[in-house]
């Protein structure tokens, strides 16, 4: 099933109904929806009543339609989208242009390392400070768009780090974190150049001592994390 018909099912929206209230032909509606004809083959008029009566843009409704963008992902007049989790549901989300932007990289770029995510994030952190980042974090809704495109360690790092700044400042942690705070990795992930230095000697010289430095909020979800403020 592609992302046009998923935004049919969501908004419980039939061929039949698109079909009488469009004038469009069924055949010719059904075809595009399911991937036979490509959207860039209907003609203008047919494009435009169509993204009229399902409320997108032009674009949107393109996206929508491409079977080469099969992300699991549904965007809707720019302000929300539907992503699909982890346990096959469907969460809505409003959107940013920043998380739109971040989802787009997510799911087009796979091979961005952990290091390199950790590095950019505390960048930012050094060029914004730690309440500013989590209001962006927060607000953008970073933490659940990791964990439903499975960048679990990405998750888990951003809410164990949005977590120990808000008891820095005994603030409250959001509550709608709370199934992901449930949530820890099999094995401890442990961070930094000497754990590197480890791998390649194959020993365990260092992991105690880094694992009696952790950060406890990190540690909860079994990221071994020392320093958060080591950007260069």
């Given amino acids: 099933m592609n992302n046009i018909n998923h935004y049919l099912k969501i908004n419980k929206i039939s061929i ?3 079909s009488k209230s469009t004038g469009i032909p069924y055949t010719t509606i059904n075809e595009l929806v399911n991937g036979k004809t490509k959207i860039d083959h209907a003609s203008v008029r047919i494009v435009r009543k169509l993204a009229e009566a399902l409320n997108l843009d032009i674009r949107e409704l393109s996206e929508l339609c491409d079977t080469s963008r099969l992300h699991e992902k549904i965007v809707i007049k ?3 989208f539907y992503l699909r989790t982890q346990d096959r549901e469907w969460k809505l989300f409003a959107a940013t242009l920043q998380n739109r932007a971040l989802l787009e990289k997510i799911l087009n770029d796979r091979s961005t390392s952990f290091q390199t995510f950790r590095n950019e ?3 930012r952190i050094k060029m914004n400070g730690d309440i500013n980042t989590v209001i962006t974090i927060i607000r953008n809704n970073y933490i659940p768009l990791y964990y439903e495109t499975g960048r679990y360690v990405e998750a888990l790092y951003l809410l164990s780090y949005v977590d120990y700044i808000l008891q820095q400042y ?6 709608e974190y709370r199934d992901y705070r449930t949530k820890k990795l099999d094995k401890p992930f442990f961070i930094g150049d000497c754990t590197m230095i480890d791998r390649a000697l194959h ?3 260092n992991k105690e001592k880094l694992l009696s430095r ?3 909020e990190f540690l909860k979800h079994n ?3 020392v320093d958060l403020y080591d950007a260069v």
């Fill in 16 to 18: 039949s109904s698109l």
């Fill in 78 to 80: 720019n302000k929300q």
């Fill in 121 to 123: 994030l505390h960048h």
């Fill in 170 to 175: 005994h603030s409250p942690v959001p509550a």
């Fill in 203 to 205: 020993t365990d010289c």
């Fill in 214 to 216: 952790a950060i406890p």
């Fill in 223 to 225: 990221i071994v994390e």
